[in-house]
């Protein structure tokens, strides 16, 4: 059975110049709020500030995305993209072994499936910030109908 999940994406290649790493377009992706909990944002750097208030983590380069679409992902695609995540929570973060970072990389994965409720291909947008010393997460959705609108120069017109 098919799910929906996050995919990164890439309107333009700001990306590249924005963030420290960029996650290559079609990662699977979570919001990933947990890589700047031991941080205080005012004490980043302009990049990682930027990867702070605004990018989603790709799951392949653990790089960062402006944006990401809501598409299908199967349930082998799924586990494996919790495997992922979970090794690297041994990795970078230090826990102990991948069987035992692997429950809470499902719990973020289930968490950015949640936030896939909406139609395949539509955008999502991320906004962070620190407040009362917890770190709050909103999130916008760019409807697909209208997401190629801000492109759009000419019209093409069959021809008679």
């Known amino acids: 059975m098919n799910r ?10 700001s990306d590249l110049s924005v963030f420290e790493r960029a996650a290559e377009p079609g990662e699977w992706a979570v ?35 402006t944006f990401v679409e809501i598409v299908e992902i199967d349930d082998l695609a799924f586990e494996r993209a919790v495997q992922a995540l979970a090794e690297h929570f041994v990795d970078a973060y230090g826990a102990p072994s991948a069987e035992i970072a692997s429950p809470v990389a499902r719990e ?47 019209d093409i017109v069959p021809e008679e």
């Open 108 to 154: 973020e994965l289930e968490y950015a499936e949640s936030l896939a409720d909406q139609k395949i291909l539509t955008l999502l947008a991320l906004s962070r910030e620190l407040e009362d010393g917890a770190i709050r997460e909103q999130f916008r959705i760019i409807d697909p109908t209208r997401a190629t609108d801000h492109a759009k120069i000419w």
């Open 31 to 65: 919001p990933g709020s947990f890589a700047f909990t031991e941080e205080d944002p005012e004490q980043m750097v302009r990049k990682r500030r930027l990867a702070f208030g605004t990018g989603w983590l790709g799951l392949n380069s653990f790089g960062f995305s």
């Open 4 to 13: 929906k999940m996050l995919r990164t994406t890439q309107l333009d290649r």
